[in-house]
């Protein structure tokens, strides 16, 4: 019965900015890192940023830092992606997922649920 619900994708121009959402039920959701992934056409999926459970730590890919921005309200159950500067090649289906384990993770495989995703679309 846990769900993890994106939204707030869309079509921007280059330059351009998004907020993307998550909202999540079924979990103790302070009890979980949560964090983002996008996958490209043709291309695997990638780790974008994640954040621990008490919002202490954050981490991003080399390829988005300083443009995006990762937050979390646990009051809420909501997990958030703030999307700058964006370019054509963060074009892709962006997911959020959750992780219990106890050291948070950029690998794809260790986390335990994923919502659905979300599109953004950067145009040139």
């Known amino acids: 019965q846990v769900q993890l619900v994106e939204s707030g994708g869309g079509l921007v121009q280059a330059g351009g900015s998004l907020g993307l959402s998550c909202a999540a039920s079924g979990l103790t959701f302070s009890s979980y890192h949560m964090g983002w992934f996008r996958q490209a056409p043709g291309k695997e999926r990638e780790f974008v940023a994640a954040?621990?459970?008490?919002?202490?730590?954050?981490y991003y890919a080399d390829s988005v830092k300083g443009r995006f921005t990762i937050s979390r309200d646990n009051a809420k159950s909501m997990v958030y992606l703030q999307l700058n500067s964006l370019k054509p090649e963060d074009t892709a289906v962006y997911y959020c997922a959750a992780d219990k384990k106890v050291v948070v993770s950029t690998a794809a495989g260790r986390y335990d649920y994923w919502g659905q995703g979300t599109q953004v679309t950067v145009s040139s």
């Open positions: 954040i621990t459970r008490a919002s202490i730590n954050t």
